[in-house]
């Protein structure tokens, strides 16, 4: 068995050390090594045994890596494929929303002009109705216990009023589907601002996308660490194999194997521990043995510290790949929590895409309810222009009547008169015309019509203004 080179590898910082050339005492020989030396060497080299617990962590550790990083690259091409279809999902979803508003849109434009037109309508029909309470009836032409009254008088309101009670039913209806419709664009406005926040997600997709980026080296350099230590502890596992050696051939070591070499912390006999004969060795093998022995005793402690800085470094690592992990969890918890929002809005779009077409339906409904109303309120403010122009003409058929009477009663008056043969009767010889001195024939006129009434009494202002009104109206 060779025994020129150590055992143990030197550390980081006493490498150097390892490779140097065997140690010699102050004369130059090489020095001597007891029994009590040896058993120091022994039991902290079983001491640094228990770094076995270590390296097993640290092939944990590297197994829950791979796993950890496997399950990391599920999760995150899961939350990836979710986020771009319920991104295009979106955007299918603010087409159709964009579309509802339009439609909406272009209904209350349209339901805005229509009652304009109602307006101007009903402005028209006022207009007139106020022409008829402020022209009074002359109070000639109604019985003399009558108070005054205005053409509005005769007017039947009931038509206006049911009209109007119409209209205005007609428009809370509408403005309630609005309404209705507003709430709906709203909710579902909500929805999709929900939705796009939940697809997003920007800041936690780069944060995830960094951390991605800086985990990728983190599986070859826990299989580095962990290689390292197993190699570590191999060494530290032929150092003790080197220690029981090197007893069992120094005077009573063999004794001192047999108390205390019984198994070591790797759950395997030392390699020397039970062997049934000892090799003969020669004194400068045994030198020699004795030299890389002490070597490696002195380098021993910086090897275990080492196995642990190892370790206490993996785990650093190991946690860091914990929370990336529980960030990609959190990741595709986000997703699927969205992606079950969607279906909520998805169920949730039938309804709205049902109300905006029950608002657009019922808007065409009671317009053409109100379009019809429309025509009726100017059919009335026609009739009561008609019944404005006619008491007009009335007035002025009045005046006609007057004149007319006044003039037939002008020619009986001229045709009975005898003042010719008074002015003139001197003058004349009485034989010139036999008929000279008769008086002029008598007419009698008799009315046709006895309830005809008297005509009233209607000034001549007041025919004229008529007058001018009906020839303003050509």
Known sequence: MSTGEGTLPAPASTRSIASSSMERGLDGSRTATGLDTLLDYLLASKRSLSSTTLVWRANEIVHGAREALTEGVVLRARAGFLRQAMAE???????????????????????????RELDDADARLQATVDV????????????????????????DEQNVERLKSGLKESIDQVQEAQRALRQTIQDFSHDLHRLQHAVEAKAAADETRAA??????????????????????????????????????TEGGAGAVAAHAVTTD?????????????????????????????????????????????????????????AFLDRLAASHAEALAAFELLEDVGTRLRRYVRRSRESVGRWHEHKSRIRDRMQELDGLRDFYDHFAAAYDDLLIEIGHRRDTQKKVQAVVKDAMASAFRHDQGDYLPSDIWPGLMSPPIRYEIVPLDMDAGSIPDISRKLIEQATRRAHHRL
């Open 266 to 322: 790797d759950r395997r006999p030392p390699a020397g521990a039970g062997a049934a004969a000892v090799e003969t060795m020669g004194d400068e093998e045994r030198g020699e043995m004795l030299d890389v022995l002490g070597r490696d005793a002195a380098e021993l402690e910086d090897v275990v510290l080492e196995i642990r800085d190892r370790l206490a470094e993996m785990e650093a690592q190991s946690d860091d790949l914990t």
């Open 89 to 115: 999902q979106w955007r299918l979803l603010a087409r159709i929303q964009h579309g509802i508003e339009q439609a909406a849109g272009r209904g209350q434009a349209d339901f805005e002009a229509t009652l």
């Open 132 to 155: 008829l309470q402020s022209t009074v009836v002359e109070r000639s032409m109604r019985p003399a216990d009558e108070g005054p009254r205005s053409l509005h008088h005769f007017v």
């Open 212 to 249: 991605d980026a800086s985990m990728l080296p983190i599986l070859p350099s826990l299989e580095s660490h962990a290689k390292e230590m197993a190699d570590l502890l191999e060494s530290l596992v032929r150092h003790f194999d080197l220690c029981v050696t090197a007893l069992k051939h």
